[in-house]
């Protein structure tokens, strides 16, 4: 079971494989492993004590940054993910960053931002789509038309909290898409990142 796995300058941490939508361009409608792990289907979820001991195995001296992010949303464990984060916050001075789809606050069924207050340093946000509709047809979001401007909104009450937020879309969107995408994250101050479409 992989829990914890390496790439780039970063440490990675799979803490679920839930999540509420089912983007066609993700990873997990393709393939159980990726370029990122061999695998990353986890038989049952770690407990989050199980998680934190994995952590504790690897050096975080010789990583950039702390990245929860496997084949799930991690806001979907997020009282787990915040306890890690306090815990680690204890014996490391690591960069903790949150590889998410933005959609905390319906998962949670309340606001959620202000809660990485002081444990996450930088949020990464799937936008991936200019408006509701469109999101619609790419992420097929279990909370349908609610889910895009619930982005937005937490989008922008993360840049309250978290130091950097950043939003993201995947580079085999139309170029009209991209630009619209890109005036959307300036208005709400985060940062924009185009990201390369890897399909396995």
Request: aromatic residues 10%; proline residues 4%.
């Amino acid at each position: 079971m992989t829990i914890t796995y390496e790439y780039g300058k970063n440490l990675y941490v799979n803490l679920t494989n839930r999540c509420p939508n089912r983007c066609e361009f993700c990873l997990r409608t393709h393939s159980a492993g990726s370029i990122y792990a061999e695998d990353l289907w986890l038989e049952r979820e770690p407990s989050k004590e199980e998680i934190l001991e994995d952590i504790k195995k690897r050096d975080l001296n010789q990583y950039q940054q702390l990245v929860f992010c496997g084949y799930g949303e991690p806001t979907c464990r997020l009282q787990d993910l915040l306890w890690l984060c306090d815990q680690v916050k204890k014996f490391s001075s690591i960069d903790i960053r949150i590889n998410t789809n933005g959609l905390s606050d319906l998962i949670n069924g309340k606001h959620s931002a202000a809660q990485l207050d002081d444990r996450v340093d930088i949020v990464s946000i799937s936008l991936n789509a200019p408006n509701a509709e469109k999101y619609e047809d790419v992420c097929h979001s279990e909370f349908g038309l609610e889910a895009f401007p619930a982005i937005l909104r937490f989008a922008a009450e993360a840049g309250l909290y978290v130091p950097k937020v950043y939003m993201t879309v995947v580079d085999t969107m139309p170029q009209a898409d991209i630009d619209e995408c890109r005036r959307i994250c300036e208005g709400l101050g985060a940062i924009f990142r185009v990201r390369k479409y890897i399909p396995n």
